[in-house]
């Protein structure tokens, strides 16, 4: 049964600053990894999806990168921005049927 | 354009009420699914479809049943709501699964729905 685990819950750094957030599943044999953003009182907005195949993608100041057989995959922001303060989910692509397994999410705050 | 909609956006209901969630995609997707985020913000799948043929039920009590008249819209009726109910709900949708399992999903904003 696959498990998606984020850490940290929670981070806060000041602004500028290059952050790191983790996520790891148990099950290597993933579909791929998809990454979100949610903003308080919002939906799901989709960041990046890294396929299987895939080690890393990268859009504007994010990067994320994935590691199947450790089982890890990041999400790397450069240069933080105060409109970065986000709850951030990272999902795995579990099956053949499209369902994704969320982990709990780490709630990030870019103090100006 | 919103590409994944949802409506209502807040549901306010007594305990044993029938209720129902309303979604639609014009992103031209087969696949479209059911979540929900419980108050420590959880996410979890609870229905799938492709072309209108349920795909994944994540045991959800029998209350809750999905209908999909069309690839487009996918709604959401639940029975005898409960407390427990209390969450919100989101939509979304994908490119055919068939194509290569894990396309990207796209999100509605969500329907909060509170049982009182």
């Known amino acids: 049964k696959q498990e998606v685990t984020q850490i940290p819950a929670a981070l806060s750094v000041p602004e500028g600053e290059n952050l790191v957030l983790n996520c790891s599943f148990t099950?290597?044999?993933?579909?791929?990894l998809q990454w979100f953003r949610q903003d308080p009182g919002k939906g799901l907005t989709s960041l990046l999806l890294?396929?299987?195949?895939?080690r890393e993608q990268t859009s504007g100041r994010l990067n994320a990168s994935l590691d199947k057989s450790s089982g890890r995959s990041t999400l790397y922001i450069a240069a933080s921005q105060p409109g970065d303060s986000a709850t951030y989910l990272c999902a795995a692509h579990s099956g053949n049927t499209g369902k994704l397994i969320f982990g709990q999410g780490t709630t990030l705050q870019v103090k100006p | 354009d919103t590409a994944v909609s949802q409506t209502p956006k807040y549901l306010v209901t007594q305990m044993g009420n029938d209720k129902s969630i309303k979604c639609e995609q014009n992103?031209?997707?087969?696949?479209m699914y059911w979540y929900k985020q419980d108050s420590k913000k959880f996410l979890k799948i609870m229905f799938s479809?492709?072309?209108?043929?349920?795909?994944i039920n994540e045991t959800v009590p029998n209350r809750f049943s999905p209908k999909s008249p069309d690839k487009a819209h996918l709604n959401l009726h639940i029975n005898s709501l409960e407390l427990g109910d209390s969450a919100v709900y989101f939509c979304?949708?994908?490119?055919?699964?068939?194509?290569?399992?894990?396309?990207?999903?796209?999100f509605g904003p969500g329907t909060r729905l509170l049982v009182l």
């Open positions: 992103l031209g997707h087969d696949t």
């Open positions: 099950d290597s044999a993933i579909y791929n």
């Open positions: 890294i396929q299987s195949s895939q």
């Open positions: 979304a949708s994908s490119q055919p699964i068939e194509r290569g399992a894990g396309e990207t999903q796209y």
């Open positions: 479809y492709n072309n209108k043929e349920l795909i």
